[in-house]
């Protein structure tokens, strides 16, 4: 008889992967200016630091909020008592105003079919247990976020079957792909129950076009009982055109046929764990306008639920629309110009990103200076940038990309100093690098990572079972 579950014990969760591990790599040994100049850089964790004074500077002006009070008497014990999961009503109505307002008001959301979750990580695993059982499948274009592995399959034995895309367009989904992965998942005896995207899309930070939306609408427009996901967890750190468009702007825009058609089939997840920068706050969401999806994520929500004070402190600040609108103004600006100093700095080392208009990082194409076009090098070259240039950044493989050579490397999660610093620092490497024999440093990585298993590309049946 076992001492634990299956689940306990499976090494399905994905916290081996080079995703999760270089992390650890950085948390022993953290760049500090002072205390540790030659330590690592974290460039692995996709964190908005830039605009934490304007959120400090609305506290200090309203500090009963913080205090948990309300016309000056406090209100703790009515907070900390018992609270419906539904949600406290004044948050949700906030929180609706305030995605409407990303949107630029181009569409509405009726707090009534929005379901608070601990995060966006229980909004998309929640979704899965309300529309597919074990053993279904999704389609997610690649590259996708790396954690999807975790979220989306590990408890609820849903599958992830990748919509191969390729630098050849941008990383685009082209119908081709789209079918393709459609008739894998058929091989594979599997039924596909929809496809859920990112947009902005983490890693590539670029916004979903309406042709890909036209396709995902169409794809699934036929297929009674298939879905449609949109993680549109980095709505608010568009920085540069083309805008954003939510899919349920696609929605509203379609002709009424059309869309009762796939209506109760759409559904929205965010947080506030990117734009506002918020992410140890655990305030998520999941929006659908179907009415059964709405009540099993509500009774499902009873495991992870976000706090009262926390609800009580953030319908406050997003009910401040003057404060909202400087905030979501000012963010946007900062990011555009931290991305620059990213994208410039790399330039300087000759190397290209992606072009990017959203998001917390930058798809960065380091291809050139791969030993041979294999993820067995993309893993040589990630280790030295680790160990030797002492950065942290999220190799392709890990985030399923079909070809090797590609990097997540975030920005916002730093100092304007220390990015310099990492800038420098990749310079170096690159001029060092010239000439030099490949592998000939790749022994004193050999301890260091023996117990580490490399997610190599899906497409790659060498790889390891799928986390």
């Given at each position: 008889m076992r001492l634990l579950s299956r689940k306990a014990t499976c090494n399905t969760h994905g916290q081996d992967s080079s995703y999760f591990l270089g992390w650890e790599e950085y948390e022993k040994n953290p760049y500090d200016k002072v205390k540790n100049?030659?330590?690592?850089?974290?460039?692995?964790?996709?964190e908005n630091q830039l605009s934490f004074d304007l959120l400090e500077s609305w506290l200090a002006k309203n500090p009963d909020v913080s205090g948990f009070k309300r016309d000056g008497k406090s209100i703790f014990r009515e907070l900390a008592l018992f609270q419906d999961y539904h949600g406290l009503p004044l948050f949700k109505k906030a929180l609706v105003d305030f995605m409407a307002e990303i949107r630029g008001n181009k569409v509405t959301f009726d707090p009534n079919h929005m379901v608070l979750t601990a995060g966006a990580t229980s909004a998309n695993e929640t979704l899965m247990f309300c529309v597919a059982e074990e053993g279904d499948a999704f389609l997610l274009p690649t590259p996708y976020y790396p954690g999807f592995d975790r979220d989306l399959k590990w408890r609820t034995g849903v599958e992830i079957v990748p919509i191969q895309c390729t630098s050849s367009n941008n990383f685009r989904i082209t119908e081709s792909a789209l079918e393709q992965a459609y008739q894998d998942a058929r091989k594979r005896n599997l039924r596909v129950k929809g496809v859920l995207v990112t947009n902005p899309s983490n890693p590539l930070g670029t916004t979903l076009s309406r042709n890909e939306f036209d396709?995902?609408?169409?794809?699934?427009?036929?297929?009674?009982?298939?879905?449609?996901?949109?993680?549109?967890?980095?709505?608010?750190?568009?920085?540069?055109?083309?805008s954003f468009v939510s899919v349920m702007e696609i929605l509203k825009e379609m002709t009424p046929n059309d869309a009762?058609?796939?209506?109760?089939?759409?559904?929205?997840?965010?947080?506030?764990?990117?734009?506002?920068?918020?992410?140890?706050?655990?305030?998520?969401?999941i929006y659908s306008e179907n009415d059964a999806v709405v009540a099993a994520a509500t009774k499902m929500s009873s495991f992870g639920l976000v706090s009262s004070q926390t609800q009580y402190l953030l319908a406050a600040m997003l009910s401040d629309n003057k404060f909202t609108k400087?905030?979501?103004?000012?963010?946007?600006?900062?990011?555009?110009?931290?991305?620059?100093?990213?994208?410039?700095?790399?330039?300087?080392?000759?190397?290209?990103?992606?072009?990017?208009?959203?998001?917390?990082?930058?798809?960065?194409?380091?291809?050139?200076?791969?030993?041979?076009?294999?993820?067995?090098?993309e893993m040589e070259l990630w280790k030295k940038i680790v160990y030797q240039v002492g950065l942290n950044i999220s190799p392709g493989s890990s985030c399923h990309c079909s070809e090797p050579g590609w990097f997540r490397v975030c920005f916002a999660n730093m100092s304007q100093d220390t990015l310099n610093v990492a800038m420098k620092r990749v310079k170096n490497f690159v001029t060092d690098s010239t000439g030099a024999e490949c592998g000939s440093s790749s022994a004193c990585f050999t301890k260091s990572f023996s117990n580490w298993v490399f997610r190599l590309s899906s497409r790659d049946h060498r790889a390891p079972e799928e986390r």
């Amino acid at each position: 008889m076992r001492l634990l579950s299956r689940k306990a014990t499976c090494n399905t969760h994905g916290q081996d992967s080079s995703y999760f591990l270089g992390w650890e790599e950085y948390e022993k040994n953290p760049y500090d200016k002072v205390k540790n100049p030659n330590g690592i850089i974290q460039m692995g964790l996709a964190e908005n630091q830039l605009s934490f004074d304007l959120l400090e500077s609305w506290l200090a002006k309203n500090p009963d909020v913080s205090g948990f009070k309300r016309d000056g008497k406090s209100i703790f014990r009515e907070l900390a008592l018992f609270q419906d999961y539904h949600g406290l009503p004044l948050f949700k109505k906030a929180l609706v105003d305030f995605m409407a307002e990303i949107r630029g008001n181009k569409v509405t959301f009726d707090p009534n079919h929005m379901v608070l979750t601990a995060g966006a990580t229980s909004a998309n695993e929640t979704l899965m247990f309300c529309v597919a059982e074990e053993g279904d499948a999704f389609l997610l274009p690649t590259p996708y976020y790396p954690g999807f592995d975790r979220d989306l399959k590990w408890r609820t034995g849903v599958e992830i079957v990748p919509i191969q895309c390729t630098s050849s367009n941008n990383f685009r989904i082209t119908e081709s792909a789209l079918e393709q992965a459609y008739q894998d998942a058929r091989k594979r005896n599997l039924r596909v129950k929809g496809v859920l995207v990112t947009n902005p899309s983490n890693p590539l930070g670029t916004t979903l076009s309406r042709n890909e939306f036209d396709l995902l609408v169409d794809f699934i427009k036929d297929k009674e009982t298939m879905h449609l996901i949109s993680d549109e967890i980095y709505s608010g750190t568009v920085f540069s055109s083309p805008s954003f468009v939510s899919v349920m702007e696609i929605l509203k825009e379609m002709t009424p046929n059309d869309a009762a058609k796939i209506w109760n089939r759409v559904h929205v997840v965010y947080s506030l764990s990117k734009d506002l920068g918020l992410p140890g706050f655990r305030v998520g969401a999941i929006y659908s306008e179907n009415d059964a999806v709405v009540a099993a994520a509500t009774k499902m929500s009873s495991f992870g639920l976000v706090s009262s004070q926390t609800q009580y402190l953030l319908a406050a600040m997003l009910s401040d629309n003057k404060f909202t609108k400087k905030y979501i103004s000012e963010n946007q600006k900062r990011l555009r110009r931290r991305q620059r100093m990213l994208v410039t700095g790399l330039q300087k080392a000759g190397i290209k990103c992606l072009k990017s208009n959203a998001g917390l990082f930058c798809w960065v194409d380091m291809r050139h200076l791969l030993c041979s076009n294999t993820f067995e090098a993309e893993m040589e070259l990630w280790k030295k940038i680790v160990y030797q240039v002492g950065l942290n950044i999220s190799p392709g493989s890990s985030c399923h990309c079909s070809e090797p050579g590609w990097f997540r490397v975030c920005f916002a999660n730093m100092s304007q100093d220390t990015l310099n610093v990492a800038m420098k620092r990749v310079k170096n490497f690159v001029t060092d690098s010239t000439g030099a024999e490949c592998g000939s440093s790749s022994a004193c990585f050999t301890k260091s990572f023996s117990n580490w298993v490399f997610r190599l590309s899906s497409r790659d049946h060498r790889a390891p079972e799928e986390r």
